[in-house]
């Protein structure tokens, strides 16, 4: 038992030490907020006329990617008739200009042809057009092609015997089976048909090329960042469909290409016409559809491996961007709070930490030499972890953070406070000091970790339903919660309960009260 | 009754050795009160001038000054000083490229001719023609769905954690603690509307603070009021008692508590804010202040009697009156070990003997540690009735 505790303090003590000696020989400290360190700034223009209304979803979807790739609490707002981005942490422009390229417009535009675009007129590119294709897409079938359909999601998948991406209903069931059946005569409609206007060649994922008619949707067709990657049978994407316009967009879109009409053509026989998702010019999936009608939600299947799923998932996520932004230069901004704030919120909650170690140690005597040690542990604890956590994520502490992390001493106080007002009880009414330490750090921890836990489910929720600050502060509640529970555990039972069984203790005022041995 | 020997003379005495008797119960109608005056100023504060929001919330005007050797950031500050614009509610930065250096100023809504004003001032500050000073309009910052998702993510924080104190404790104290709680932030967003102080993100976050410091409070009250419980089960003590013995018990934690997470939020604000001049902590500090007093303050006179209220309609009737004086000292000063307190004497304690059954009772409150410390030999079972 008693090795057992000397065990757990050492090695608390030894661990918390180390990695704090790492962390400073690293270099490693937590990230500084906006407020308080400044950081690197950019302006984003629209590239053509935008409605105030555009730049407010674009303020939004810009924080959302953000946030997204990691750069916590960035502050981006409208100002005037641009977008201003302001990045914590980030020191070099050209990184600020790299993570704010999050500008492209996302297109949906039918599938008109294979490889070849015959002239941008009414040129009729008719028998040959898919005549040929059967041929060069032959071989397709066998390798993963780019061809995905829009079809039900899993069952079907396996049905489908192209490897083909699907995108479809979620809710229906209806198999694909059903879709042969019109295919068949209307494929001579098809052949005689004249190429949309518009239409231009566009590269692939694969390099491979296929003509596109013009865009005939945008990413806004789809609810903002709803699509998410779903492998439960093979990877595959799912995405709702914005309720009223979006849905109608995408379904009249989505009719042409499962008749096969015109616009949208068969391009492979006994398939149904496909539907091309373009990024910068880029053909990102071109799934064939499957169902004339969608309700609400479309999910696209095929041969994805996981990072092609989640970036198709990205990439619709980002898709609403209602313009198309152009990034200006890069800037670094000073803190706006400024130098002083810091220093002053710092040395004031210094100087309060300092009143309250010299209040505990006039109230508690000797054993409030547990309660410094405690806290000096616990300090070293909270700035490791978010040292490393702010150097894994880019999570920042702003001013609000440090002002919080003061306030967290009076809760991680109350551990200690809790702890030995139940000791004084039990030595009053006779116990031994030796006696009373075990019992009470039973019942103490029972009070301790409920509720703490309130606070860490509270900081769990908060960091990952919120945005924004709101979410720095769960992250840093959680963490100076979690390390008060370490240090409670691992640091001051060992230590409270060999200080009552030490030679030390006996005879001494523990806590202001003559303590029987 | 006289005091026993044991019991100190002085009032902080009594406080200092855990020797209180307040009845808190028999004074909830002051919590009652205070909560009532609380609601009903805080709401009609909201409803006839709302809150003050600040620039990240409600967006204002921005001017991009080109900066130079003899304009700075402190040159732009004293520009908006002359104009009487409240530089706590301004954002004033730097913001520099390899070309040109701007000071990036933003500030709350001012109208169009003291703009014009400001327009003019910097560009004589700056030593620029007025047209190359920039002037627009800027959003907020903190945008609808970020209120919206931190809403939506505190509902279901709010629900989860009812859910876990219905769990660990019972329902009846998650209702207490969340309207502690509520009651708690409501002081707090009442303070901000009634003097009109602007609400910024970290004041967001400082409201946050308050909620999640009230929670964990009322629940370390509440695990002793449970821990006593039981430990009176066997004596059938009503509830009032229970949670008036259980207050007094935690009344010195309760004080060193506060008393430690509050030092270093006054220090915050007078030393940080009065003394080093960081006006941007004040309003941040004063609104932790108001709401972690609040916090230790509802657990014992808004969330207990609450639950005793809560208690005493349902389960075992109370057959006498509460414990007071020197029997509730008795009580607290006894109930202080862990263990279990027995009914005295011989167990055959039947219902109809009410008279009996008190006086045991009695009995039990008064000496519980020693009968617990003691181990007094163990009673010839008899048949379980």
Same mark, same amino acid.
């Given at each position: 038992m008693k090795r057992r505790?000397?065990?757990?303090?050492?090695?608390?003590?030894?661990?918390? #030490?180390?990695?704090?000696?790492?962390?400073?020989?690293?270099?490693?400290? %937590?990230?500084?907020?906006?407020?308080?360190? =400044?950081?690197?700034? *950019?302006?984003?223009?629209?590239?053509?006329?935008?409605?105030?209304?555009?730049?407010?979803?674009?303020?939004?979807?810009?924080?959302?990617?953000l946030e997204r790739s990691g750069i916590a609490e960035p502050n981006v707002r409208v100002q005037g008739d641009t977008i201003v981005v302001e990045l914590p942490g980030v020191k070099d422009q050209q990184a600020a200009l790299e993570a704010v390229d999050v500008s492209g417009i996302v297109e949906l535009r039918p599938v008109v042809n294979f490889s070849e675009c015959s002239g941008d007129g009414a040129a009729a590119t008719p028998l040959d057009g898919v005549s040929v294709d059967p041929a060069p897409v032959d071989p397709a079938p066998v390798d993963p092609a780019p061809v995905d359909t829009l079809g039900v999601p899993t069952p079907e998948s396996g049905e489908v015997p192209v490897?083909?991406?699907?995108?479809?209903?979620?809710?229906?069931?209806? %198999? %694909?089976?059903?879709?042969?059946?019109?295919?068949?005569?209307l494929l001579p409609d098809e052949l005689g048909i004249p190429l949309t206007p518009g239409a231009e060649l566009l590269p692939t994922r694969d390099g491979q090329v296929l003509c596109v008619g013009p865009a005939q949707g945008t990413g806004e067709v789809f609810e903002r960042q709803s699509a998410t990657v779903d492998n439960s049978l093979g990877f595959q994407v799912n995405v709702e469909l914005r309720s009223g316009e979006g849905e109608a967009t995408w379904n009249a879109l989505a009719t042409q290409c499962f008749n096969g009409t015109p616009t949208c053509p068969r391009t492979i026989p006994g398939s149904n016409g496909q539907l091309a998702i373009v990024l910068d010019g880029v053909i990102q999936s071109a799934p064939s559809v499957n169902q004339p009608v969608f309700d609400g939600a479309v999910s696209i299947t095929g041969n994805f491996t996981q990072s092609e799923a989640e970036d198709l998932a990205n990439i619709l996520n980002r898709g609403a961007f209602p313009v198309e932004m152009v990034a200006q230069e890069a800037q670094t901004i000073s803190p706006a709070a400024g130098q002083e704030s810091l220093r002053a919120s710092v040395i004031a909650g210094l100087i309060g930490v300092a009143l309250v170690l010299i209040f505990l140690l006039a109230y508690?005597?000797?054993?409030?030499?547990? #309660?410094?040690?405690?806290?000096?542990?616990?300090?070293?604890? *909270?700035? +490791? *972890?978010?040292?490393? *956590?702010?150097s894994a994520t880019n999570y920042s502490l702003s001013l609000a953070g440090v002002t919080g992390i003061i306030v967290a001493v009076g809760v991680t106080v109350d551990s200690y406070v809790v702890f030995f007002e139940r000791m004084k009880d039990e030595i009053r009414n006779g116990r031994t000091l030796k006696n009373a330490a075990p019992r009470s750090f039973k019942m103490t921890?029972?009070?301790?970790?409920?509720?703490?836990?309130?606070?860490?489910?509270?900081?769990? #929720?908060?960091?990952?339903?919120?945005?924004?600050s709101v979410r720095g502060f769960a992250l840093f509640l959680g963490i100076t919660t979690l390390c008060d529970l370490f240090v409670c555990y691992f640091f001051t039972r060992p230590a409270v309960i060999l200080l009552a069984r030490s030679k030390f203790m006996a005879g001494r005022k523990a806590f202001g009260l003559e303590v029987a041995s | 009754m006289t005091r026993p020997d044991h019991i100190a003379a002085t009032g902080p005495g009594r406080l200092y050795r855990g020797q209180t008797a307040v009845d808190f119960y028999g004074h909830r109608r002051i919590g009652l009160v205070v909560a009532i005056i609380v609601v009903v100023v805080t709401f009609t504060s909201l409803f006839v001038q709302g809150l003050n929001l600040g620039l990240d919330f409600e967006g204002g005007q921005a001017w991009d000054v080109p900066a130079g050797e003899t304009f700075g950031v402190d040159e732009a500050e004293q520009v908006l000083r002359d104009n009487d614009v409240s530089i706590t509610g301004s954002k004033i930065q730097l913001r520099e490229a390899e070309s040109l250096s701007f000071v990036a100023v933003q500030v709350e809504v001012v109208p169009t001719d003291q703009a014009?004003?400001?327009?003019?001032?910097?560009?004589?500050?700056?030593?620029?023609?007025?047209?190359?000073?920039?002037?627009?309009?800027?959003? +907020?910052?903190?945008?609808?769905?970020?209120?919206?998702?931190?809403?939506r993510a505190l509902v279901i924080f709010l629900i989860v954690v009812a859910i876990f104190? +219905?769990?660990?404790?019972?329902?009846r104290m998650a209702i207490a603690a969340l309207a502690a709680m509520a009651h708690d932030v409501l002081l707090a967003v009442g303070a901000y509307t009634v003097f009109q102080f602007e609400v910024t993100p970290a004041t967001v976050i400082a409201f946050l603070t308050i909620l999640g410091y009230s929670l964990y409070d009322t629940i370390v009250v509440f695990d002793r009021v449970q821990e006593n419980e039981g430990k009176y089960?066997?004596?059938?003590?009503?509830?009032?008692?229970?949670?008036?013995?259980?207050?007094?018990?935690?009344?010195?934690?309760?004080?060193?508590?506060?008393?430690?997470?509050?030092?270093?939020?006054?220090?915050l604000l007078f030393v940080g804010s009065g003394l080093l001049g960081a006006v941007a902590l004040q309003e941040?500090?004063?609104?932790?202040?108001? =709401?972690?007093?609040? =916090?230790?303050?509802?657990?014992?006179?808004?969330?207990?009697?609450?639950?005793?209220?809560?208690?005493?309609?349902? =389960?075992?009737?109370?057959?006498?009156?509460?414990?007071?004086?020197?029997?509730?000292?008795?009580?607290?000063?006894?109930?202080?070990?862990t263990g279990r307190i027995l009914s005295g004497g011989d167990e055959s304690d039947d219902e109809d003997d009410a008279e009996r059954v008190d006086a045991d009772k009695t009995a039990a409150v008064h000496q519980p540690a020693e009968r617990i410390l003691t181990h007094p030999p163990r009673p010839r079972k008899k048949k379980r009735r």
């Open positions: 505790l000397w065990l757990s303090l050492l090695a608390t003590i030894i661990t918390v #030490i180390a990695i704090f000696a790492a962390n400073l020989a690293t270099g490693t400290t %937590p990230l500084l907020g906006l407020d308080l360190q =400044g950081g690197a700034s *950019v302006i984003l223009e629209p590239a053509e006329d935008a409605s105030g209304e555009d730049l407010t979803v674009v303020r939004d979807l810009i924080r959302d990617e490897p083909d991406d699907t995108v479809g209903r979620r809710s229906l069931r209806t %198999p %694909p089976d059903t879709i042969p059946v019109p295919d068949v005569p508690y005597r000797w054993i409030a030499l547990v #309660i410094l040690s405690g806290l000096t542990i616990w300090a070293l604890t *909270v700035f +490791s *972890v978010a040292a490393f *956590v702010s921890w029972r009070t301790i970790w409920s509720a703490d836990l309130v606070s860490v489910i509270g900081a769990a #929720i908060l960091f990952s339903l919120s945005v924004g | 014009q004003q400001i327009t003019n001032d910097f560009a004589e500050a700056a030593g620029v023609e007025v047209e190359d000073v920039s002037f627009a309009f800027t959003s +907020s910052s903190w945008g609808e769905d970020i209120t919206q998702k931190a809403v104190i +219905s769990i660990r404790f019972e329902w089960a066997s004596v059938r003590m009503p509830y009032a008692d229970v949670v008036n013995i259980s207050m007094n018990q935690v009344l010195m934690r309760s004080i060193n508590t506060s008393i430690s997470s509050i030092l270093p939020v006054i220090s941040f500090a004063l609104a932790l202040l108001i =709401g972690m007093i609040a =916090g230790v303050y509802s657990s014992i006179f808004v969330a207990s009697p609450l639950l005793a209220t809560l208690r005493s309609n349902t =389960g075992r009737k109370s057959r006498r009156e509460r414990l007071t004086g020197e029997d509730l000292r008795a009580a607290v000063v006894g109930a202080g070990v």
